[in-house]
């Protein structure tokens, strides 16, 4: 009955599977054909990461009522916990402990895995994820270097499964709208767009190497990251400011306003991608900047500029994150669930409230957007089981993750990178070229 339900699923993907309320599929009986219309049509999904924001995804995973969460799959003992009472109370059922991953990957009923992990673990797991025939919700960035992002695209397509990223932004309504009228010209023609993040991030301090808490199983943690001590300032969250297991503020956050400005400019790959920061305010441990602008140009004559500052929250425009498109007729800026437009003597001429309901707080590293998120995930589902176009497929997930990698390239490089326009390829600079892909822990290299 396992392999039943999994083709029935499958069959509906292709929109192959004719359903006649007249009768019942041939091979099942009346009860095993009330199974699987009913709970069992749900998409059956393993929770990979669950401490922060993996837990408010695994609610908002819960609440839809076509899905299923069998596995909870986390290193600390502590989060997973949190999350199975959590999800049971949501469901009414309580979901499995799979504290390694892969161990759920086996189960052959489950459908999708859902990865909100550290940054160096999305690409490897989404990968063994897709091999195991497994659907892929993975969380931005989809990966920690750019090498990574294309094995992604190749596993997508060669094992033919679906890898929504979480740009949950691409489902809000009010943002589908504002890119409409962008594409239909009503700014005229959009050449420059610059998008932002602001906060005031307290220092993580000198951290000292102890003891690996009980709670917490710091070599699978780690998994194909070269293994490093443990040390008191990494777990969690602030793994993001180094960069054997993260990859900054500019993935961190700048992935989602970047996928925005991308999108809205209608490009792909750059031409040339500069960037310029540093860590300027606090004296720590920290390796990734603080302050930090990257600069893209792409061969249709645009460009896009992204600002990233973590240690003065100071607004843009009034907003802490946020897009603004400038046009030769007007300019359209986006925040949360809203935009505006001005024409070009900057008079506003439409002002487009929240119809939907979204964190206004969009610095919420757990919780940007639970209406949104939900959308997001009602898409992802929706590719599933009718084949439905997912709004944040790989191949653009990859491009929009690698405009902000390429722009960490270029800081840690110290150089301008000269791109392939074809795939964003860096050409002639082996400097940079040092940081297309990374080391791994052996036996640990990600393979398609």
Known sequence: MKNNRRDFIKKTMTGAAAISFGGILPGFDAKSYASILGANERILVGMMGVNSRGLQLSRNFAKLKDCEIMYVCDVDSRAAAKCMDSVEKLQNKRPKAAPDFRKALEDKQMDALVIATPDHWHAPAAILAAKAGKHVYLEKPCSHNPNEGELLVAASAKYKTIIQMGNQRRSFPNIIAAIDELHAGVIGRVYYAKSWYADARPSIGRGKEIA???????DLWQGPAPRKPYRDNLIHYKWHWFWHWGTGESLNNGTHFVDLARWGLGVDYPVRVTSSGGRYHFQDDQETPDTQVITMEFNNNTSM???????????????????IFYGDNGTLTIAENTYKIFDRANKLVKDVNNKTTVDANATNCSNPSPSGDILHIQNFFDGIKNGTKLNADILGGHQSTLLVQLGNIALRSGNTLHLDPTNGHIKNDDAALKFWSREYQPGWEPKI
Not at 212 to 218: A, E, Q
Request: charge should be negative; glycine fraction near 16%; aromatic fraction near 16%.
């Open 305 to 323: 500029v992204w600002e990233g500052r973590s240690c003065n929250g100071y607004p843009t425009e009034g907003k802490t994150v946020g897009v």
């Open 212 to 218: 690996v808490p009980s709670w917490l199983d710091y």
